[in-house]
C-alpha cells in the first residue's frame, strides 16, 4: 500500500513513525515531509497549500491514501479537491474543517447543540470587544477567530491585558488576517486535556487523553506557544469523563455537522476544560493535535493505516474494534529555536542524541542545508517523546533527551507533566 502523508511538522513525523512501524512494507510519500520523514519515505518539495500540486502528486505516485495533517489545507479544500478527482483522502471538507478554521462557526454550532463551552461573543469593533471584556469581568480569554498556528489565544488576568490583546489582534493585527474577528469569551476555571475522536461522520473511536503545556516557560510562565510538550495518559482524564465528553460534546457536534451538511470525516480534536460540573469545550481543531500526537500514537497499539483508512472509506468505522493502548506512559519535550514564539532564529546546526529503544526524537523545524547538515529551520525544532512503564521515567528520559539536543540558543521547558507528577506523589 502507499500513503501520501501531506504536511512537514512533528506531528507528520509521528504520523509517518506509527505507519511504518505497523507496516515497515508501506510505501509512503510526503510533501514536503522534512529530513526525519526523508529517513521513512520520499519527501518531495510541495507546499502543504499547494492543493492542486499535491493532487497532481498522489494522482502521479497512484496513492492508495492520503493523509492530512495540519489545518491549513484543510482550510483550503484539500478534501474537496481530492475527491472531485476521485482520491482518497484522510481529513474533513473544508466546510466540515471551519470547526476550527472559524472560532465564531465553532461556537455557534455548540451553542447550537447545547454542548457545555464558555459564554462568548464575536466582535470586528475593538470598543465592542472592550465593553464585551467588561460585561464578562477578568480574568477573561480573548481569541482569534481564524487560524493563528495555536498562537491566537491570550488569557488576560485584567481588564487591562484585555485591552491591550483586543488592541493588538484588531488594530495592530498582529495574527493578519485570522485576527479581524475576535471572540471576547468567558474564562473557565479547571485543567486541560486533549482528546481525539477518529470519526467518518457518524461513527467515532476515542483515543487516549493527553495533555499539552502551552506556554513557553516552567511553571505555565511566559506567552503562548503551539505546544511546548505533552503527556500521555492524564490520571484525570478517566472512563467517567471520557464517557461524558462522548455523550455531551462528540455526538451532538458530529450530528450537528451533519444538520447543516457539513458531515466530519477525520480526526476531531476536543480541547476541553475540566469544571466543577464537567467537562467543557475550549476549542476543537479539525486535525491531530500537536505535539499530543507524539505522545498517543506511540501509545496506540492498534494499526493506525487500517484505522485513516476506514474513516475515509465508505464503509467508516462501522464494526471497527475498539483501539487499544499500551500500558506505558508516554513524555514528549519540544526543544525550540531562540525567539520563539514571535521570532525564532534559524540556520543554527543541530547535534541529536542517538536513536535508542526508548527515545524517539520527531523532527518539526528542522531542514537540511546546502551542505547536508542538519539546521534549524522553524520555531518548534524537534520533539524528544521517552515510553516507560513509569510515568516519572518518561519525564526524566524525555528531560535528559532534550538537553543532549545541541544548537545554538536551544530552549525547553523542563517540567513537562508537573500536574501528573504531583498527583501520583500526592497518590502514593
Keep these: 500500500m502507499k500513503v501520501l502523508l501531506v504536511g512537514s511538522g512533528g506531528r507528520e513525523h509521528a504520523i509517518a513513525w506509527k505507519l511504518k512501524q505497523d507496516d515497515p512494507d508501506l510505501t509512503l510519500v510526503a510533501a514536503p515531509g522534512n529530513p526525519g520523514i526523508a529517513e521513512l519515505g520520499a519527501c518531495h518539495p510541495i507546499a502543504a497549500t499547494d492543493v492542486e500540486g499535491l493532487a497532481s502528486l498522489a494522482a502521479r505516485e497512484d496513492a492508495d491514501l492520503t493523509v492530512v495533517g495540519p489545518e491549513a489545507p484543510l482550510a483550503a479544500g484539500i478534501v474537496d479537491a481530492f475527491r472531485e478527482r476521485g482520491l482518497t483522502i484522510f481529513g474533513p471538507t473544508a466546510v466540515a474543517a471551519r470547526i476550527e478554521s472559524s472560532k465564531r462557526f465553532?461556537?455557534?454550532?455548540?451553542?447550537?447543540?447545547?454542548?457545555?463551552?464558555?459564554?462568548?461573543?464575536w466582535h470586528r469593533d475593538?470598543?465592542?470587544?472592550?465593553?464585551?471584556?467588561?460585561?464578562?469581568?477578568?480574568?477573561?480569554?480573548?481569541?482569534?477567530?481564524?487560524?493563528?498556528?495555536?498562537?491566537?489565544?491570550?488569557?488576560?488576568?485584567?481588564?487591562?491585558?484585555?485591552?491591550?490583546?483586543?488592541?493588538?489582534?484588531?488594530?495592530?493585527?498582529?495574527?493578519?488576517?485570522?485576527?479581524?474577528?475576535?471572540?471576547?469569551?468567558?474564562?473557565?476555571?479547571?485543567?486541560?486535556?486533549?482528546?481525539?475522536?477518529?470519526t467518518d461522520g457518524t461513527n467515532y473511536r476515542v483515543m487516549l487523553p493527553a495533555q499539552d503545556h502551552k506556554r513557553l516557560l516552567d511553571g505555565d510562565r511566559g506567552p503562548n506557544t503551539g505546544g511546548m510538550g505533552a503527556y500521555a495518559p492524564v490520571s484525570i482524564g478517566t472512563a467517567d469523563v471520557i464517557q461524558r465528553t462522548a455523550a455531551e460534546i462528540i455526538e451532538p457536534v458530529l450530528a450537528a455537522l451533519s444538520q447543516h451538511g457539513a458531515?466530519?470525516?477525520?480526526?476531531?480534536?476536543?480541547?476541553?476544560?475540566?469544571?466543577?460540573?464537567?467537562?467543557?469545550?475550549?476549542?476543537?481543531?479539525?486535525?491531530?493535535?500537536?505535539?499530543?500526537?507524539?505522545?498517543?500514537?506511540?501509545?496506540?497499539?492498534?494499526?493506525?493505516?487500517?484505522?485513516?483508512?476506514?474513516?475515509?472509506?465508505?464503509?467508516?468505522?462501522?464494526?471497527?474494534?475498539?483501539?487499544?493502548?499500551?500500558p506505558a506512559c508516554a513524555v514528549t519535550t519540544v526543544v525550540a529555536?531562540?525567539?520563539?514564539?514571535?521570532?525564532?532564529?534559524?540556520?543554527?546546526?543541530?547535534?541529536?542524541?542517538?536513536?535508542?529503544?526508548?527515545?524517539?526524537?520527531?523532527?518539526?523545524?528542522?531542514?537540511?542545508d546546502g551542505g547536508g547538515r542538519l539546521v534549524t529551520a522553524g520555531g518548534r525544532v524537534v520533539a524528544v517523546t521517552a515510553v516507560a512503564?513509569?510515568?516519572?521515567?518518561?519525564?526524566?528520559?524525555?528531560?535528559?533527551?532534550?538537553?543532549?539536543?545541541?544548537?545554538?540558543?536551544?530552549?525547553?521547558?523542563?517540567?513537562?507533566?508537573?500536574?501528573?507528577?504531583?498527583?501520583?506523589?500526592?497518590?502514593?
Aim: glycine share 12%; proline share 5%.
Design 106 to 121: 465553532a461556537k455557534e454550532l455548540m451553542l447550537e447543540a447545547r454542548v457545555p463551552t464558555g459564554d462568548a461573543t
Design 126 to 198: 475593538a470598543n465592542a470587544a472592550r465593553r464585551a471584556a467588561r460585561l464578562l469581568g477578568a480574568p477573561v480569554v480573548i481569541k482569534a477567530s481564524g487560524l493563528a498556528a495555536g498562537k491566537g489565544v491570550a488569557v488576560c488576568a485584567t481588564i487591562e491585558d484585555a485591552d491591550r490583546a483586543i488592541d493588538a489582534m484588531l488594530h495592530q493585527r498582529v495574527h493578519g488576517a485570522a485576527g479581524e474577528e475576535i471572540l471576547v469569551e468567558e474564562f473557565l476555571e479547571g485543567e486541560e486535556l486533549s482528546l481525539f475522536a477518529l
Design 263 to 326: 458531515a466530519f470525516t477525520g480526526l476531531l480534536y476536543c480541547g476541553l476544560i475540566l469544571t466543577p460540573s464537567g467537562p467543557k469545550v475550549i476549542e476543537f481543531n479539525s486535525r491531530f493535535g500537536d505535539p499530543e500526537t507524539q505522545v498517543v500514537l506511540p501509545l496506540l497499539g492498534s494499526r493506525l493505516l487500517e484505522l485513516l483508512a476506514a474513516c475515509a472509506s465508505e464503509g467508516g468505522l462501522k464494526g471497527a474494534d475498539e483501539l487499544v493502548f499500551r
Design 337 to 368: 529555536a531562540p525567539g520563539y514564539p514571535d521570532s525564532p532564529g534559524v540556520g543554527a546546526p543541530i547535534d541529536l542524541p542517538g536513536p535508542s529503544d526508548d527515545l524517539l526524537i520527531f523532527h518539526a523545524g528542522t531542514k537540511r
Design 389 to 428: 512503564d513509569d510515568f516519572d521515567e518518561a519525564r526524566e528520559r524525555s528531560r535528559a533527551g532534550a538537553e543532549q539536543v545541541r544548537f545554538t540558543g536551544a530552549q525547553f521547558r523542563t517540567d513537562i507533566g508537573w500536574r501528573e507528577a504531583a498527583r501520583r506523589a500526592g497518590a502514593a
